[in-house]
């Protein structure tokens, strides 16, 4: 990965519908020098993909919480069946430690997140934490560049 593949995939995060003539204005190469090195960054896997920002609580759905899951033994499959299935999950994290899944999930009212915490209990024990709100919201570090180089 070079500056210029830094550049272009930042721009793409902040507007993933700039031209490529756009693109090739900000790196100061030509559109299909641009074109050529998106499309080699998405069948090396390193862009995933295009998508819509939705706003959750302008659509209907105000309400956002972490709910921290210590699965109980043995039923680790089974949890993430559930969750799976869980049409109020946004994001599901495994993770080291004594809570083996953090869940991102969005309900619009406080009785719907109950019921899918009830959902839940007799697979984990749990613990919800309500998201006040989201002063940071990226795919990436910030300064990239610096988090990619080698320690001093």
């Known amino acids: 990965m070079d500056k210029i593949n830094w550049k272009l995939l930042k721009a793409l995060e902040e507007n993933a519908?700039?031209?490529?003539?756009?693109?090739?204005?900000?790196v100061h190469l030509s559109a299909p020098a641009v074109a050529e090195r998106i499309k080699k960054l998405e069948e090396q896997g390193v862009i995933a993909g295009y998508r819509a920002t939705i706003?959750?609580?302008?659509?209907?759905?105000?309400?956002?919480?972490?709910?921290?899951?210590?699965?109980?033994?043995?039923?680790?499959?089974?949890?993430?069946?559930?969750v799976l299935s869980l049409d109020e999950v946004v994001d599901c994290y495994n993770i080291t430690g004594p809570s083996a899944f953090i869940l991102r999930?969005?309900?619009?009212?406080?009785?719907?997140?109950?019921?899918?915490?009830?959902?839940?209990?007799?697979?984990?024990?749990?613990?919800?934490?309500?998201?006040?709100?989201?002063?940071?919201?990226r795919e990436m570090p910030l300064n990239i560049e610096s988090v990619t180089s080698s320690l001093p």
């Open 17 to 26: 519908r700039l031209s490529y003539a756009e693109l090739a204005k900000l």
């Open 55 to 82: 706003n959750l609580e302008k659509a209907g759905i105000p309400i956002t919480a972490l709910v921290e899951c210590e699965v109980y033994r043995t039923q680790e499959r089974a949890f993430k069946e559930l």
């Open 105 to 137: 999930v969005a309900v619009s009212s406080m009785s719907r997140l109950d019921v899918l915490l009830e959902r839940l209990i007799d697979l984990s024990d749990t613990k919800t934490m309500m998201i006040m709100s989201q002063p940071i919201d």
